[in-house]
Nanobody, 114 residues
Framework: QEQLVESGGGLVQPGGSLRLSCVLSRTIFSIYAMAWYRQAPGKPREWVAFITSGGSTDYADSVKGRFTISRGNAKNTVYLQMNSLKPDDTAVYYC????????WGQGTQVIVSS
């Protein structure tokens, strides 16, 4: 049984940083475009960052210049480095393929607050 597992979230102060990880045990992520999404309380899930199988990246305007999506040395791992965090970044963060091929995982909670 395949599982998407997100981790690395937590409570941080504005301006702080977090590095989120996404792991799928049996799938080689390098063959898929991968993406990070987030869902804030009372709002729909939104796209945050995208990386193609060739390594090209793109970001939502709200996070551009602050977040970086990357692939780890392990082919089943994708990261989201989040810097200069703002209260508006507070959300549950999820990973999936660019086409949302897999069942959504539980996500990892990010809270940005002083």
């Amino acid at each position: 049984q395949e599982q998407l597992v997100e981790s690395g979230g937590g409570l941080v102060q504005p301006g702080g940083s977090l590095r989120l990880s996404c792991v799928l045990s049996r799938t080689i992520f390098s063959i898929y475009a991968m993406a990070w999404y987030r869902q804030a309380p009372g709002k729909p899930r939104e796209w945050v960052a995208f990386i193609t199988s060739g390594g090209s990246t793109d970001y939502a305007d709200s996070v551009k210049g602050r977040f970086t999506i990357s692939r780890g040395n392990a082919k089943n791992t994708v990261y989201l480095q989040m810097n200069s965090l703002k209260p508006d970044d507070t959300a549950v963060y999820y990973c999936n393929t660019g086409g949302n091929k897999f069942t959504w995982g539980q996500g990892t909670q990010v809270i940005v607050s002083s």
